[in-house]
């Protein structure tokens, strides 16, 4: 009887994977247990094709069960990973018709070596030892965003002559520290990186929800592509932009194919109007640097150029571009949303503007935003300047010793940054985050006025509007989760769930269910996507599949899935050494 209801089981959770008939599909169950027979919740069985391109993955339930059916066919490998065991891989020779039954055993890991190195990356920080809380906190805030760091790649011992070219690495993508952060920073992590292992007791408490959960994952492009931001298209394809080589990606999830369309050429050098800044990977051959996207009702996407300073429209019938060049001072547009009436908002953090754009008439409009400052003030009048002459002499960072960052000491907070964007869902206002001057800011459609608040958790990035009006924002430095009442100016806070003591997190972005109202937020540092129900105030965490999961914007699929690429920076960091589009189905749980 068993046996037959883990079948069932199994058909009805093929209804995640395949479109379409399921007859004739390969069908596996079974359990997971220790070798004491102790039955596994949580852990992720991943099936992955020959060419580790592909790769599903569910989890155990309460009770050590698994059950699907999936339209891979052939060679595959089947692969068991749970918190404290060693990777248990399987190959198998998957026929249409095949029905398999397995009762799998895991070893837990003995050494410490092998503990540590199973660990997320939100274990391994915990060995930099901070005595000045300000200087880990501009750390969080300048030398997380565009990559995970404690992962296998990023903790490798160096001393402090090889982390200062790192540093300066990440200084020509932008981190603004001072010579003080510099110097510290490069001793702490020569000290704390030092190879050897790092002893956690992460808590992996397994929700019952994982039980009926399910994700899919799929490389696209190299190990030098940087796929910032995903959409779901109209079509039910998954649309990315590829930062790192002026391509959008096509992903046809049913079949896995993917298309890629090269974006058009542009009048200026590798890295835009960023030319004078080293590059932050190794083959870097970005123009416009494609950031965010989004579809309107003519089955165009719009795209920021952040390098370029343009916008670039994509239509997915015909497959063609065209190029809108932004013009006035605007400097890095960022993300984008669209209006009920049509009209396209985008985020321009380096001129402290917002961008508004009407694809009818081809006008763009540029709202200066509160300067917060004089040191803020002189940054947006100055930055253009500093780029340009920065251009004269490629790739050596010169804009650092030319900013006022550097001398004042002041770093980040010589700029505003508004960087996250949404529209409120009844009243159409445009509210933006401020990500370096912690504020959020309203701005009237008709009239441009502009008002801002002060965020009670520092580092608001990537803000989304529920259905009812309420703001939910991710606070960045501070590991947290801010709502906003949009109507009484109040503001409500939460940390987010660790997994263990000492470590922190790094939301980057979330997103509000559409059905559900839930609040899915990515959680970078720790390899996980985190759901808010904000009924019953509680989280639930999704463990990732693949080592070193870095994501940005989320999407959601007309049935619900949650999607998002997988875009650590380099790419080559990732568990597979190339991006990843990924959708995750959170079933019924």
């Known amino acids: 009887m068993k046996q037959v209801s883990q079948i069932l089981l199994a058909m009805l959770t093929a209804l995640v994977f395949v479109p379409g008939s399921q007859l004739m599909a390969a069908t596996l169950y079974g359990t997971i247990a220790t070798p004491k027979g102790t039955v596994i919740a949580g852990a992720m069985i991943s099936l992955i094709d020959a060419k580790n391109s592909h790769k599903i993955t569910i989890y155990s339930d309460k009770d050590g069960r698994f059950a699907f059916t999936t339209r891979l066919r052939g060679e595959i490998s089947l692969r068991v990973r749970a918190p404290n065991f060693a990777d248990l891989v399987k190959k198998l020779d998957l026929k249409k018709d095949s029905q398999i039954n397995l009762a799998l055993s895991i070893q837990p890991l003995l050494t410490p070596a092998q503990i540590s190195d199973s660990l997320t990356a939100s274990a391994h920080i915990t060995k930099l030892k901070w005595h000045d809380k300000a200087r880990q906190a501009t750390f969080i805030s300048q030398c997380h965003y565009c990559h995970q760091i404690g992962n296998e790649g990023t903790r490798q011992p160096r001393d402090e002559e090889e982390w200062g070219e790192v540093i300066k690495r990440m200084e020509g993508y932008f981190s603004l520290i001072t010579p003080w952060d510099k110097k510290a920073f490069k001793s702490v992590l020569a000290k704390g990186f030092d190879g050897k292992p790092v002893t956690a007791n992460q808590s992996h408490i397994a929700s019952p929800a994982l039980g009926t959960a399910t994700i899919e994952e799929w490389q696209v492009g190299d190990g030098n592509s940087f796929i910032h931001d995903t959409e779901v298209g109209s079509d039910g394809r998954l649309y990315g932009v590829d930062q790192g080589h002026d ?58 150029g952040s ?69 803020r003030w002189l940054t947006d009048a100055l930055f253009p300047t500093v780029l340009k002459i920065a251009s004269w002499f490629p790739q050596q960072n010169t804009h650092i010793w030319m900013s006022h960052h550097w001398y004042t000491g002041l770093g980040r907070k010589i700029l505003n940054f508004p960087y996250g964007i949404d529209i409120h869902p009844q009243t159409g206002e445009i509210w933006y985050s401020k990500l370096y001057a912690g504020k959020i800011g309203v701005v009237d459609p008709k009239t441009f006025e502009v008002s801002e608040y002060d965020s009670p958790m520092s580092g608001p990035r990537r803000l989304r509007f529920d259905k009812q009006g309420t703001l939910w924002i991710p606070s960045f430095n501070e590991g947290g989760l801010m709502r906003f009442d949009t109507k009484t100016k109040q503001f409500t806070t939460l940390k987010l769930p660790l997994l263990a003591s000492g470590e922190y997190e790094i939301p980057y972005a979330l997103a509000v269910h559409p059905d559900t109202g839930d609040i899915w937020i990515t959680a970078n540092q720790s390899d996980r996507i985190l759901r808010f129900n904000p009924a019953t105030k509680q989280f639930t965490s999704y463990p990732s599949p693949t080592r070193v999961t870095f994501l940005r914007d989320l999407a959601f699929t007309k049935d619900g899935k949650i999607c998002a690429s997988n875009s650590n920076l380099p790419a080559y960091a990732i568990e597979g050494g190339r991006p990843v589009m990924l959708c995750l189905d959170p079933g019924k749980g």
């Open 247 to 304: 391509v959008v990606w096509e992903l046809d999830r049913a079949t896995g194919k993917t298309i890629r369309h090269q974006m058009p050429d542009i009048d200026l050098p590798i890295g835009g109007l960023y030319s004078g800044a080293q590059l932050p990977i190794g083959i870097f051959t970005g123009k416009h640097g494609p950031h965010s996207l989004v579809e309107d009702d003519n089955k165009t996407f719009w795209i920021t």
């Open 307 to 375: 390098l370029s300073s343009t916008l670039l429209s994509f239509n997915i019938e015909t497959k063609k571009f065209e190029t809108y060049e932004i013009g006035g001072d605007a400097l890095y547009p960022h993300t984008i949303r669209r209006d009920k009436h049509g009209i396209l908002w985008f985020t321009v953090p380096a001129s402290n503007q917002i961008g508004r754009f009407d694809p009818a008439s081809k006008k763009f409009t540029l709202i200066d935003l509160p300067s917060n400052g004089f040191f």
